[in-house]
């Protein structure tokens, strides 16, 4: 099911990995775009992670194949200090959603595989604490689940990014990402972009999809398309 742009719910947002991954690397090609949208639409709202998502995020910035590989306690110390800055406005969501539940929760003929229930934890989470999943770079299957549609608690973030701003336009001073965090490159100097990690984390499993609490994806030195 594709759509323009929900109009979303009303509460935090909660972030996937890729959007907090893009969060905290200021190599990564849309950081500048991301972090924009953090000090303008996340921190004011209020924003949230949850278990899966940190853990997906850590597991990608400290990959042997990620450029510029962080060692885990300092991916952990970014993310820590992201989330306790004083402007931060973060909560963290215990991940309680059970799809094996009965009644089913999950239509399984309309999961197309088993990565997509990834999406549908993090998205039945959103829907259960009134918030909202924000993901970059995904496409959510919004009829798999039962009950009144989820499509107002999904936030694809790619339309709001897509308006460039003006060149060196960063976040207002005092703002946003907490200074222990480096600001981004300029556009020109950005040339990172996504593709499918060569391998993955022996804890994370093998699957070719781990969905928007897990990506497939992570940074290679390659131009950002």
């Given amino acids: 099911m594709t759509v323009d742009l929900p109009t979303g719910g009303e509460g935090p947002y909660l972030l996937d990995a890729n959007t907090l991954v893009a969060l905290l690397d200021p190599q990564h090609c849309q950081h500048r775009a991301v972090q924009r949208w953090f000090v303008r639409e996340a921190q004011p709202r209020g924003w949230?992670?949850?278990?899966?998502?940190?853990?997906?995020a850590l597991a990608v910035m400290t990959h042997p194949d990620y450029p510029g590989r962080l060692e885990l306690r300092d991916a952990a110390l970014q993310l820590s200090?992201?989330?306790?800055?004083?402007r931060s406005g973060h909560a963290f969501w215990s991940q309680e959603v059970d799809l094996l539940s009965f009644p089913p929760l999950v239509l399984w003929d309309q999961v197309p595989a088993v990565g997509a229930l990834a999406d549908l934890e993090l998205l039945e989470l959103a829907h259960?604490?009134?918030?909202?999943?924000v993901t970059l770079g995904r496409r959510l299957?919004?009829?798999?689940?039962?009950?009144?549609?989820?499509?107002?608690h999904w936030q694809p973030l790619e339309p709001l990014l897509a308006a460039r701003p003006k060149p060196n336009q960063n976040p207002p001073k005092g703002l946003g990402v907490p200074d222990c965090?480096?600001?981004?490159?300029?556009?020109?100097?950005c040339a990172l972009g996504l593709r499918r990690l060569s391998r993955l984390p022996a804890d994370l499993g093998s699957g070719a999809?781990?969905?928007?609490?897990?990506?497939?994806?992570?940074?290679?030195?390659?131009?950002?398309?």
Avoid: M
Avoid at 181 to 189: A, H
Avoid at 215 to 225: G, T, Y
């Fill in 128 to 133: 259960r604490r009134g918030g909202v999943l």
């Fill in 141 to 152: 299957v919004l009829n798999a689940l039962r009950g009144p549609s989820r499509l107002r």
């Fill in 48 to 56: 949230a992670t949850c278990p899966s998502v940190e853990r997906v």
């Fill in 209 to 225: 999809d781990f969905g928007a609490g897990g990506q497939q994806a992570a940074l290679a030195q390659e131009p950002c398309r």
């Fill in 181 to 189: 965090l480096p600001r981004g490159p300029s556009p020109d100097v």
């Fill in 81 to 86: 200090r992201l989330r306790s800055s004083s």
